[in-house]
């Protein structure tokens, strides 16, 4: 006969091993060398010179860019109007079509006779608005057909077609009168300026320089008689 086993202690029961922690793993970053960020900014520095270096050039080859622009365009940008390069090629052009047409026109000299003064006093925004003025003024009195430039500071030129030398004599003295009459307010000081315009007479035999010599000519000699005229 089998002996039964009698079980000691408490009761049996299994159990699964209880699994044991792991020490946590603490990463230590790596000693930084004392001086190390020294290297670093100075690169930065450096980076940031060059960036200046390129962006100045840049900066001088645009400002040059726009200077060629401006030299070589036909339009004076103050007073939206042909300037000098531009008016000549519209002088020749006309020069050419009189001499095949048979067709007349007369080339104006104006220049503002105190825009100097002004200038001086009052200062260049001053100038800047009388110049302003007088071009609307002389739009006013011309055609659609006629051309008007600057040739440079207070000189204009107007190519008008179709008048005869007596008809052109008159318009010129209708523009002075007109400028004569436009006055402005500065500095609570009221200023006029004037102008003085010189004719000369396209016809078939004309040279665009020539005319354009002829009516600068005039100009002077008028300017010179408005002197003894005006007080």
């Given amino acids: 006969m089998k002996k039964k086993t009698r079980a000691t202690g408490a009761k049996a029961t299994s159990k699964p091993a209880k699994r044991q922690k792991r020490p946590a793993v603490t990463r230590k970053s790596a000693p930084t060398r004392a001086g190390t960020d020294a290297p670093a900014r100075g690169a930065v520095a450096s980076a940031d010179k060059s960036t200046i270096r390129r962006l100045r050039a840049q900066l001088a080859r645009a ?3 726009i200077e060629e622009l401006q030299a070589t365009a036909e339009t004076d940008f103050l007073l939206d109007i042909l ?22 026109g007369a080339l104006i000299v104006l220049d503002v006779d105190r825009l100097k003064p002004i200038n001086d006093t009052h200062g260049h925004a001053a100038g800047d608005t009388v110049l302003k003025a007088i071009v609307a003024a002389v ?93």
């Fill in 63 to 65: 400002q040059a860019r």
């Fill in 139 to 231: 739009l006013d009195h011309v055609r659609a057909s006629d051309v008007i430039g600057r040739l440079g500071g207070d000189e204009f030129a107007l190519l008008l077609w179709n008048l005869s030398e007596t008809d052109a004599r008159a318009k010129a003295a209708a523009l002075e009168e007109m400028i004569d009459r436009l006055t402005f307010v500065f500095d609570g000081s009221h200023v006029s300026a004037g102008a003085s315009a010189g004719v000369a007479i396209i016809g078939p035999h004309s040279d665009p320089d020539r005319v354009l010599d002829e009516a600068d000519r005039a100009m002077y000699v008028r300017k010179a008689q408005r002197r003894h005229e005006l007080p």
């Fill in 83 to 104: 300037n000098r390069r531009g008016f000549e090629r519209e002088l020749t052009r006309a020069v050419a079509f009189i001499k095949r047409y048979h067709a007349t």
